[in-house]
């Protein structure tokens, strides 16, 4: 939790120049909101991630999701297909279809979105390692619904970045994992013009213990680093930056949280019109999505994280979020139940239709505290990004563990102030309740592991086996030179290669990345 | 197995208690498994942790290597039943019933008698505070050594 002053005052923003740092919405540098009219033109969108078990399950999940209304989709990978493992794989054993829908080959990617069609969809899918892969099936799916790519919405993490800082699921060395981003962004550019090619994610940092500030400056840095990468390519930065997005979270502190998105889209919009001199007014635009922070969410009392959810993302609509998650109460315990997800998504509702809070854009602006707080947030992320300039940009800071020893540090500080209850989390460490109902969650049967494994062995038996070694050999040719994998991977998706087969052909080109831990 | 009787004796006489912290399975998030590992050293215990994505062979490997006294497991992937049952297994196989076993993560309440009835009585879901940890952790250490020796 940030640190404030008791009271501010017009002596507090003494320094500040508001009419040129916060000027009215849709004026650069865009602190107060990117649109001038705010949620006046357009709510926020309400993209809930869901997936589980097999393709199907998923399918029927996300037809009623349409059924409903819903326009968008976001799809949630199970842990084997992130880290680019097949169901047979020993380390997938018990985790097939648990955290999210198991996609193994395009045969799978088919099921998923059988009756949806693509150009009327906008899907958005949380992946990072085998992003390429993944989007790659994607593409053939449209290709076989007749869509033309230039015409698919949606955008793919594909932010390889936080996974080294924070959240983990890498697969390949840092560098050759930059490599495979810039792939993507230079393939879409081309290709699929509308696709957000990355989703620079503060959200994991977070939770992986960052302060609002590490938050801020880590996420904004690793977006420098994927802009500079991508323009050391060759691209025109004005080609590809408007399609790159941000995803932040939304914390418990309310007023420092409204605080960093109003910061963080100041900062971008000068970071791109002045460091990579961009003169289109779409690339200093700041966008992102926002998830309320399950890291917040209590085991102890669980209907107590309603509360939390809710005013987090009031936090997020009050900082001006194109699209917000909500979490659900019971996720301290498993997955949502169907009727915790809906009360998640009914706590987006009220806000935007009961609070009138969507009325007026960017409503705390011009308040003595959330303007000096943000010109703070401003400062310090500055800071930061002049300690990770003089280490030699974000990936060697990863390498050095930079990052990552900052933000175990935080997250062990914060651990000591919960144990010494500076501070309070209520039903934990204050307010504790001696009786202790079992909360009902979500079960996922082992079928899904089962029906994956047997569909994995018939896809391996009926496919064209020469085909998919073929393809695989010619992807490990474009890795191992300049060439961009995209085309590579689109045709060994069209053989049916699996993702474990695809990933495991870079594997032996770059070899995979071991993690020196630091506590 | 000499090894494990100067254990016993060195926790008898209170030396350090050797924990092994690991992350089985292909999850990454390791916030908790790290917060965890720096509280028990901090407690004054011996502690090793073995980094992401470990097999339950490797990790009983690694609590044979150390010669831990304790093997705290982080999932938080639902992959527990799976994961836990499989280490009880490999420690009765490798006649280290005495090395306690511990796991926290995101357990669904359904699933603590479960782990109970396989042995595994430490369960700390979120919000756990370290110290109820390290407590639970000195206590069965030194219960476990007093059998042992008796």
């Known amino acids: 939790m940030g640190v404030f002053e008791p009271l501010y005052t017009p002596d507090s923003l003494r320094d500040l120049d508001l009419a040129r740092d916060s000027p009215p919405p849709g004026q650069f540098p865009y602190t107060r909101g990117i649109h001038p009219d705010g949620y006046r033109g357009k709510v926020w969108t309400m993209r809930q991630f869901a997936g589980f078990g097999t393709p199907r399950d998923t399918n029927r999940r996300y037809r009623a999701l349409l059924e409903a209304g819903g326009t968008g989709l976001s799809v949630a990978f199970d842990l084997p297909t992130l880290m680019g493992r097949d169901p047979d794989h020993p380390l997938a054993l018990g985790e097939v279809g648990k955290c999210g829908v198991s996609v193994v080959s395009l045969a799978d990617m088919e099921t998923l979105f059988t009756g949806i069609d693509l150009g009327a969809v906008s899907t958005s899918m949380t992946i990072n390692s085998p992003a390429p892969m993944l989007l790659a099936m994607y593409l053939v799916v449209a290709e076989r619904q007749g869509v033309p790519w230039t015409s698919l919405r949606g955008t793919i993490q594909n932010d390889i970045l936080k996974e080294f800082i924070a959240q983990k699921e890498f697969i390949y060395p840092p560098r050759p994992s930059m490599r495979l981003v810039t792939d993507i962004v230079a393939f879409c550019t ?244 001696a009786r202790h109902e079992p909360l009902a969650t979500l079960y996922i049967d082992e079928t899904a592991e089962q029906e994956q494994r047997a569909a994995l062995d018939r896809l391996r038996r009926e496919r064209d086996g020469n085909r998919v070694s073929a393809a695989l050999g010619e992807l490990q040719v474009a890795a191992s030179g300049k060439e961009n994998t995209m085309p590579r991977l689109l045709d060994a998706v069209r053989a049916y290669a699996t993702v474990g087969e695809m990933c495991d052909a870079l594997r032996q080109v770059w070899g995979e990345y071991e993690e020196v831990p630091i506590i | 197995m000499w090894h494990h009787a100067r254990r016993i004796v060195e926790i008898r006489m209170g030396s350090r208690i050797r924990v092994v912290i690991a992350k089985p399975g292909l999850d990454g998030h390791d916030r908790g498994a790290k917060v965890i590992a720096r509280a028990l050293r901090d407690a004054g215990m011996e502690v090793i942790y073995t980094g992401l994505r470990q097999t339950p062979e490797q990790i009983v490997t690694a609590a044979l290597q150390e010669d831990a006294d304790v093997i705290g497991l982080s999932i938080l992937s639902g992959a527990h039943m799976h994961i836990c049952p499989r280490i009880v297994e490999l420690l009765r196989e490798h006649n280290m019933e005495d090395v306690l076993v511990v796991v926290g993560g995101i357990i669904p309440d359904a699933d603590i008698p479960k782990l109970n009835a396989i042995g595994i009585t430490g369960v700390f879901q979120p919000g756990t505070p370290m110290q109820d940890i390290v407590e639970f952790i000195r206590g069965r250490a030194r219960e476990s050594a007093a059998a042992k020796v008796e």
């Open chain 1, 190 to 433: 081309a290709q699929a013009p509308k696709w957000n090619t990355i989703s620079v994610s503060g959200y994991h940092i977070r939770e992986a213990g960052a302060t609002a500030a590490q938050e801020l400056a880590f996420t904004l840095r690793d977006g420098i680093e994927y802009v500079q990468d991508a323009v050391d390519a060759g691209l025109d930065v004005d080609h590809f930056a408007p399609r790159i997005s941000f995803f932040f979270n939304a914390h418990n502190d309310l007023l420092e949280e409204v605080a960093k998105y109003r910061a963080a889209r100041r900062i971008w919009a000068h970071v791109m019109r002045e460091r990579f001199g961009a003169r289109d007014p779409k690339s200093w635009q700041l966008r992102f999505h926002a998830q309320t922070a399950g890291v917040s969410l209590t085991a102890q009392q669980p209907a107590n994280n309603v509360v939390r959810t809710a005013v987090q993302a009031l936090a997020a609509v009050l900082g001006g979020a194109q699209s917000l998650h909500t979490n659900a109460l019971d996720e301290a315990l498993a997955l949502p139940t169907e009727d915790a997800a809906l009360l998640a998504l009914r706590t987006q509702q009220i806000l935007a239709h009961e609070t009138g809070v969507a009325d007026v854009v960017d409503p705390l602006g011009g308040s003595y505290c959330i303007e000096r707080l943000t010109a703070d947030l401003e400062a310090e992320a500055h800071r930061q990004f002049d300690v990770i300039d003089r280490m030699g940009g974000m990936v060697a800071a990863i390498e050095a563990g930079y990052p990552q020893r900052e933000i175990a540090e935080s997250a062990y500080r914060d651990q000591q102030a919960v144990e010494r209850k500076a501070r309070t989390i209520v039903g934990v460490n204050a307010f504790e309740s």
